[in-house]
């Protein structure tokens, strides 16, 4: 997978624009938004925190797996499972992550084996055979789905939090992972996996860390979801267009970087939630031009696009100090 | 005092091709050991097995007391050996310094007061410290190849596996790498120096191992291999009939 450079791209973002963000996001439903649009951020956090789990792997590692819809489903059904034995929310999402952590290591054991498009393959085969296994598991209802039983009330605004604390939690871990060591050979192995492991670097077991790391966010957005929806069957959760929208998310915002994904993530929220109401026919040819676009014109997705907007203002802001 | 690294009968075969047929050799530490051939003699092949990129199919590989053999790439470098490419792999979306920081890291797992401390420090030591902060995608085939040798320095190696560190470059630019070969070996590393370019390799090698067909044909001092028959055979050619023609041209170094 090609990466955009760098992550902190110079020019884009002051330091202080994420936390005002953050701020203007907590205060939000003190302003009486409508249920509507608290639902559409709800799942625009869920989105975002997926895309940023897989660009963990695939954006700083450079494995390009499609099977991101086993950990998004095994976390959505571990969460419903857990809730309805009668766990603490938080808890049935770390249970969640823990799940899906452990399946990642299942399957990138055998898989990371493989190398570039082998192991995109194999992803694939993983996510169908995953996916057929639980359309007949009788314990979780097979096809027919599993719905959470509600002992509570519904309040909106407690799902809204939690998905919104699950997304502040992948952009830190994402960042934090980029500065350490470990990030420096998740890039080192995306640039060149063999001169990598000439330095020291074990390629394998930093591939299992990062897929266990992306794998456990991607188990606690799945859980955090099924909270939400208190319905889930496998041809939701687990179907392959989701692991396709995951992998497509970070590559429209911009792969390999920080904010990439978060973008690329509220961009398939706003288009998926919307415009799948309002043009039922076309949702999936303006997300199909506008994927086509970026990789045509913009391969570092729209971050790289932003970024390049902000340097030229920054740019042309120097040149009027410099000739007032 | 025992070998820094001994190779014994290493043998690889890539499927009905034999790479390697028995190839015994030691190093002692410290020095510059010159490893040279014809094309196809085994050379990156010999340094492959001895970095753990390949296994080879029978033989030992001790390096300081230890068999290498069955250890990935990363654990040998770990205890301390380290290679260069003969093309340059950098990693083309980090900067020159970030680099050096891979190896820094994730090296030599042991250091040593000697060691450089910084990566800024090595850059400086390879004469690319003024491109500590560009992307590695941008350098030069010349500084690729030091990019190379600061990347394997970083990780703090006893011994260093150089491959044809100087192929395609210029005159000035292999006298600048050969200097540099000479100041790493005065600060305590060994190296093994695989080199197409015979007199770059002569003039810094205090012992040269000369390989053809896979097999090891003659080790010594510069002067004594150069001077070897059958060394002159592989490289020249073999005077077919004795009444003073010209010897026929069988290899070219």
Not at chain 1, 37 to 62: D, E, M, Y
């Amino acid at each position: 997978m090609k990466a955009a450079g760098k992550s902190g791209v110079s020019g884009f973002a002051p330091a202080a624009m994420p936390y005002l963000l953050l701020a203007v996001l907590i205060v939000l439903p003190f302003f009486g938004p409508g249920p509507n649009t608290v639902r559409l951020l709800f799942v625009t956090f869920v989105w975002v925190t997926v895309s940023i789990a897989w660009n963990i792997l695939g954006g700083f590692g450079g494995q390009v797996s499609f099977g991101f819809a086993v950990f998004y489903g095994l976390g959505a059904y571990t969460a419903a499972l857990a809730v309805n034995s009668g766990l603490h929310t938080v808890l049935a999402l770390l249970l969640a992550a823990g799940v899906a952590a452990l399946a990642s290591l299942a399957i990138g054991l055998p898989t990371f084996r493989l190398r570039g498009p082998y192991f995109a393959i194999a992803t694939i085969g993983v996510s169908e055979a995953v996916r057929v296994v639980m359309t007949n598991v009788s314990m979780t209802g097979g096809a027919s789905g599993y719905r959470i039983l509600e002992t509570r009330p519904f309040h909106q605004l407690d799902h809204f939090y939690i998905a919104l604390g699950l997304a502040v939690l992948a952009v830190a871990a994402s960042a934090g992972i980029r500065r350490s060591s470990f990030g420096l050979a998740l890039i080192a192995i995306r640039e060149n996996e063999d001169a990598a492991s000439d330095l020291g670097v074990n390629a394998f077991r930093a591939k299992l860390l990062a897929h266990a790391c992306a794998a456990a966010l991607t188990g606690a957005a799945g859980g955090v979801y099924a909270q939400y929806a208190a319905f889930i069957h496998p041809q939701g959760v687990f179907a392959f267009s989701i692991g396709v929208a995951i992998l497509l998310m970070p590559i429209i915002g911009g792969v390999g970087t920080i904010w990439g994904p978060v973008i690329g993530g509220v961009v398939y929220g706003l288009i998926h939630e919307e415009l799948v109401a309002s043009f039922p026919q076309l949702h999936l040819l303006i997300y199909g031009s506008l994927l086509i676009l970026i990789v045509l014109f913009e391969p570092a997705g729209l971050f790289g696009l932003l970024d390049r907007w902000f340097r030229v203002l920054a740019g042309a802001r120097r040149i009027r100090a410099a000739n007032p | 005092m025992p070998p820094i690294l001994s190779l014994d009968r290493v043998t690889k075969n890539f499927a009905g091709l034999i790479a390697l047929k028995g190839v015994s050799f030691e190093l002692q530490q410290g020095g510059i050991y010159g490893l040279i051939g014809p094309n196809g003699a085994g050379k990156t092949t010999l340094l492959s097995i001895i970095a753990g990129s390949i296994q080879p199919t029978s033989g030992a590989v001790i390096f300081e007391g230890r068999n290498l053999i069955g250890i990935k790439s990363f654990g040998v470098v770990r205890a301390g050996v380290v290679r260069t490419h003969q093309v340059p792999k950098p990693f083309r979306a980090l900067s020159v310094l970030e680099n050096v920081e891979v190896g820094m890291r994730f090296g030599h797992s042991q250091s040593s007061a000697s060691d450089p401390q910084s990566g800024a420090q090595i850059l400086e030591w390879v004469g690319i410290a003024h491109l500590a902060h560009a992307s590695a995608a941008t350098l030069s085939v010349g500084d690729q190849k030091r990019l190379e040798l600061a990347r394997a320095l970083a990780a703090r190696p006893t011994l260093l596996l150089c491959d044809e560190v100087c192929s395609g470059l210029t005159e000035s630019e292999t006298a600048c790498i050969l200097s540099l070969l000479c100041r790493i070996e005065k600060s305590g590393t060994t190296i093994l120096y695989v080199e197409h370019n015979l007199r770059a390799v002569m003039s810094v090698s205090h012992h040269v191992i000369v390989m053809n067909y896979g097999q090891k044909l003659a080790e010594g001092s510069p002067q004594i291999v150069q001077n070897d028959p059958a060394v002159i055979e592989a490289y020249i050619g073999r005077t077919t009939n004795t009444d003073g023609r010209e010897p026929r041209t069988k290899s070219v170094a």
